[in-house]
């Protein structure tokens, strides 16, 4: 099996590659990334010598590129991880997200069309549902759920399933989407909330939580999230939707609490500060189809994953460190100056 992984050096998609590489010694894993600000090709040090991967810098907004890539290349499956994932940055700047997440997308089907594929697989996120009320806890979005977006970055990605679904109805493309709720663990970048709470924890600088930190999310360990891809990969249904989360729902400030406690630090380090425009009130997945039809749980619950958690941003101090003080931009100049494809 030879498996196209794109956005590989992001968050997800690393933890995704070495999930593979160790579950299936035997499969090929291409992993194309652009090298954003979000990338980071140290993450990928400790699978780089290993000879069933391939490390390849380019962007798939670039039709040309891409088409020529796939040209020299004959992937079975695709797996799209890469985009513009900060709802904050979406905010700021929304035009990169429509490109890389909408426009990226559909350059990558146009090339699975023309070079065949058996499976392009969407790695969607449960942010298309919109969001739930505080005050009704037995709702859940499940793949029925009305696609109800907030953000321009949730509106970019819900964009891009409907593109998916209209390739597969009208050009017969063999996809699947997988719409998981947020991921924590290893290598996250240090702007999402848990890492960043960690970062300025540890540096005792004050903790931002936006509004009265009564949001809720439903937290999913990484490497939950990289079983169900591989499952729906393997066993998933051509053209269907598949939503992905383990029922650990917790407030944002309950989530900085438990880090703080974990951190042996002040609650006084806490700074309520101005809510994010728009800012989803709570999601809750209903992963009901995924566990009866293709017999996935989540192993890691919350509580064990976030003190994992802590433990790995402690144990990995250098990599989040290099982030923070912009080494880690001058490293890619130096090692890739202006050219585009390396392997
Ligand atoms: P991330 O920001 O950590 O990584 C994104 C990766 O994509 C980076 O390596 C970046 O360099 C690459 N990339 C960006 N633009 C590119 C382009 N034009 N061409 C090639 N590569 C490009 O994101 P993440 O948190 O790992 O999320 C990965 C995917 O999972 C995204 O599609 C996101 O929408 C989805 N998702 C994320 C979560 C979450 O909680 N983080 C939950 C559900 C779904
Ligand atoms: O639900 C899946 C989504 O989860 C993914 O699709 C996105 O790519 C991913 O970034 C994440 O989106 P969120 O907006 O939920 O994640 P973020 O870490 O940015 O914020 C989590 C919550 O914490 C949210 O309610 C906003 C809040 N927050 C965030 C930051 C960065 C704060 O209170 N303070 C902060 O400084």
């Given at each position: 099996m030879n498996i196209l992984v794109t956005g590989g050096a992001g968050f997800i998609g690393s933890n995704f590659i070495f999930y593979m590489l160790e579950k299936?010694?035997?499969?090929?894993?291409?992993?194309?990334?652009?090298?954003?600000?979000?990338?980071?090709?140290?993450?990928?040090?400790?699978?780089?010598?290993?000879?069933?991967?391939?490390?390849?810098?380019?962007?798939?907004?670039?039709?040309e590129f891409i088409f020529n890539f796939f040209g020299k290349e004959d992937f079975d499956m695709v797996v799209n991880f890469a985009a513009e994932?900060?709802?904050?940055?979406?905010?700021?700047?929304?035009?990169?997200?429509?490109?890389?997440?909408?426009?990226?997308?559909q350059i990558l089907m146009d090339a699975c069309r023309e070079y065949g594929i058996q499976r392009f697989h969407q790695v969607s996120t449960d942010e298309v549902y919109g969001d739930l009320p505080l005050d009704k806890p037995e709702l859940m979005f499940?793949?029925?759920?009305?696609?109800?977006?907030?953000?321009?970055?949730?509106a970019s990605k819900a964009s891009a399933d409907?593109?998916?679904?209209?390739?597969?109805?009208?050009?017969?493309?063999?996809?699947?989407?997988?719409?998981?709720?947020?991921?924590?663990?290893?290598y996250q970048f240090p702007e999402k909330l848990i890492p960043l709470m960690i970062s300025k924890a540890l540096a005792e600088e004050e903790l931002p939580v936006y509004g009265k930190g009564e949001n809720v999310r439903d937290w999913l360990y990484v490497e939950d999230h990289c079983r169900a891809i591989d499952l729906i990969l393997h066993k998933g249904k051509d053209g269907e939707v598949y939503n992905i989360g383990g029922h650990n729902e917790r407030s944002n400030l309950e989530v900085v609490k438990t880090i703080l406690v974990e951190l042996d630090k002040p609650e006084s380090l806490i700074s309520f500060v101005e809510d994010r425009a728009g800012h989803d009130l709570r999601y809750a997945i209903d992963p009901t189809k995924i566990s009866e039809e293709l017999g996935w749980k989540p192993t890691i619950l919350f509580d064990e994953g976030i003190k994992k958690t802590v433990k790995w941003y402690l144990d990995n101090k250098k990599w989040w460190e290099n982030i923070l003080s912009g080494d880690y931009q001058d490293y890619y100049q130096r090692m890739y100056k202006d050219e585009q494809v390396n392997s």
């Open positions: 299936h010694p035997e499969y090929r894993i291409l992993c194309l990334d652009a090298l954003t600000y979000a990338g980071n090709l140290k993450t990928l040090e400790p699978v780089m010598d290993n000879d069933n991967f391939r490390f390849v810098k380019g962007d798939i907004r670039d039709r994932s900060h709802v904050d940055r979406s905010i700021e700047d929304p035009g990169v997200f429509l490109e890389t997440n909408i426009i990226g997308t499940t793949e029925d759920t009305p696609i109800k977006t907030s953000s321009p970055y949730s409907l593109l998916v679904e209209a390739y597969n109805r009208t050009f017969g493309l063999p996809v699947t989407i997988s719409r998981c709720s947020n991921n924590y663990g290893p």
